[in-house]
């Protein structure tokens, strides 16, 4: 052991070593960029990735629906009639609301 540390010690006492050790170890743990850093910077990356994959799904799926709402006059109205209370000139329409929503 007393062997392995001496050796050792001679290696860390080149200055060349030294210096890149205290490099590694500014560079690693105490610079502006350390590894704590990057590694939330990159489970950030990692959710804003999941996130604009989630928006991309419901582009597609709002997409589709107003290809289909568009596409014939009839479902326009049926969805003008429930979503906004539109009704025709001739017609009544009564709003039953639930007191529990």
Avoid at 47 to 54: G, H, T, Y
Avoid at 58 to 64: F, G, R, T, V
């Amino acid at each position: 052991m007393k062997t392995f540390l001496l050796k050792f010690w001679k290696i860390i006492k080149n200055k060349y070593v030294a210096a890149t050790l205290i490099f590694l170890l500014i560079f690693l743990f105490l610079g502006e960029n350390n590894v704590r850093v990057i590694h939330r910077l990159r489970r950030e990356l990692n959710d804003l990735n999941k996130e604009a994959r989630l928006i991309e799904k419901d582009i597609k799926q709002d997409s589709l629906e107003a290809e289909n709402l568009f596409g014939s006059k009839e479902a326009l109205e049926a969805y003008g009639r429930e979503h906004y209370y539109m009704k025709r000139d001739n017609e009544d329409i009564f709003i039953v609301k639930n007191n529990n929503e």
